[in-house]
């Protein structure tokens, strides 16, 4: 069925919302034309009991005089909307009216015998005559013709039937299930289905795309997306899985090169090193001594900033409160003013050596601008973390806040220190773990003066569920 179907769904977006559209109006149109079809011609019809008159008249006519009155008070029970009643008295006006001059009968009184008269009365009871009819119409028809549904038939014996049909009232509410509201209720049934259709053959891949390119990670494993959904759609993903396997190539492809550079250039740099003793000028020997240890520490950043991009490290429970402890404990031991405030302990799972890198390196920035240092540890209401460094140092503008956290980027404070003591890595590599830990960094200022910055980690960093 699939394959008979399939070459003759459109495959772009355009044509396939034509198509939408077309089939709800289709669709629309068809229920419309059912309903006045089988339910309207029905409703014109709304007296049915009155084709059953000429049988009627046939069974009175044919009864006794006696048991005509006992006939017609059953069968006025068996048709209620039929107004039978039997009497003696002639129409009014029928005098007037003389006996052959009938015009010609129709359906259901064609087949009466000429035993029989019919009169058509109005709705005072008088006779009607047939000559201001319609010339040659015929009598009877049942509901709108020419008598309206209300007759006399003259019987063998001096006694008359009268039939007066009386539709029955309109069921209550009434105008809740007219044509109208049931073509609205059903264009809105179908409107629905066609847009949960439409929804699923046409949002869904595009919501699948963009699901994979907000979730794309270098390091995760990925999976080609499915080619489903218009042609459009189709060479998006394709062109979307090509650019993933671009960058993750050219991304590993600088990773090794900068990788090899780093351990390479460790040999010449200890050679240098070596040299570098045999300097008789003192002076000269500690300078060349303090380049060479600004290059090896660069060396050194770079490598770790590309490790922790890289998000290897696997994840374990680890107690964060002795974590941190523990590197406020390091630098007060060096006599600088570093406080810890949070609980004693609190358990979660991280990476233990990539957080520690990174809270290190916040610890030392805020040293390096600052004279004081206040880590703060608590657990938030989801089950997650949050972490704060604050120091009483220049801080950071706002305008620059963003910038500072791409690698080899120093604020204004940091150009007008000593080159050698950082070389705008420490945020970049702080921003790679915390992304690493699918968790959120932000900065804020501190009171009166200084940086905030925070920290704020899932429950299980490898069970984040992203929304869509």
Not at 260 to 269: E, F, I, K, Q, S
Not at 275 to 303: K, P, T, Y
Not at 358 to 368: E, F, I, S, T
Not at 377 to 399: F, K
């Amino acid at each position: 069925m699939k394959r008979l179907i399939g070459p003759l769904v459109p495959r772009r977006i355009a044509a396939q919302s034509a198509a939408v559209v077309v089939l709800s109006v289709v669709l629309i149109h068809l229920a419309l034309t059912a309903h006045f079809r089988f339910i309207e011609s029905r409703r014109d019809d709304r007296r049915p009991e009155f084709v059953h008159v000429g049988t009627l008249v046939r069974l009175v006519a044919a009864a006794p005089s006696g048991e005509r009155g006992r006939l017609v008070a059953d069968a006025a029970k068996a048709f209620p909307t039929l107004g039978l009643a039997l009497t003696a008295t002639p129409p009014v006006g029928l005098g007037a009216m003389p006996a052959g001059d009938e015009p010609r009968r129709g359906p259901p009184f064609d087949d009466l015998g000429p035993e029989v008269r019919v009169v058509a009365i109005d709705a005072e009871g008088r006779a009607l005559d047939p000559r201001g009819g319609p010339p040659g119409g015929p009598l009877g028809g049942g509901p709108g013709g020419p008598d309206g549904g209300r007759m006399v038939f003259g019987l063998t014996g001096g006694d008359w039937l009268r039939v007066v049909d009386r539709p029955p009232p309109p069921p209550p509410f009434g105008f809740l299930f007219g044509p109208w509201t049931i073509s609205l209720v059903f264009a809105g049934l179908a409107s629905a289905l066609l847009g949960l259709w439409a929804a699923r053959g046409l949002v869904g891949p595009l919501r699948a795309l963009a699901a994979a390119a907000r979730d794309f990670d270098i390091e995760g494993e990925t999976r080609p997306l499915p080619k489903r959904g218009p042609d459009e759609v189709r060479v998006a993903a394709t062109a979307f899985d090509a650019m993933r396997r671009r960058i993750r190539s050219l991304v590993e492809d600088r990773t090794r090169m900068l990788a090899a550079m780093g351990h390479d250039l460790r040999t010449p740099l200890t050679r240098l090193r070596l040299r570098s003793e045999f300097v008789a000028d003192e002076a000269l020997r500690a300078e060349i001594q303090r380049d060479l240890a600004g290059m090896n520490d660069m060396i050194e950043g770079a490598l770790t900033y590309l490790r922790e991009g890289r998000h290897r490290e696997p994840v374990g429970l680890v107690d964060l409160s002795a974590t941190i402890e523990t590197i406020c404990d390091g630098w007060s031991d060096l006599g600088r003013d570093v406080v810890y405030e949070g609980p004693g302990h609190l358990l979660r799972r991280v990476r233990p050596m990539a957080l520690e890198r990174a809270l290190g390196n916040l610890v030392d920035n805020a040293l390096k601008y600052g004279s004081r240092c206040i880590v703060r540890l608590a657990g938030t209401s989801d089950g997650g973390t949050r972490i704060e460094v604050e120091d009483d140092g220049p801080g950071i503008a706002e305008a620059e806040r963003e910038a500072m956290l791409r690698p080899f980027v120093r604020g204004d404070a940091a150009r007008n220190m000593d080159d050698h003591r950082g070389f705008g890595l420490g945020l970049a590599i702080v921003k790679a773990v915390v992304d690493g830990h699918h968790g959120g960094l932000e900065f804020a200022t501190a009171v009166p003066h200084g940086l905030v910055v925070r920290i704020s980690l899932p429950e299980d960093p490898e069970a984040v569920l992203r929304p869509d």
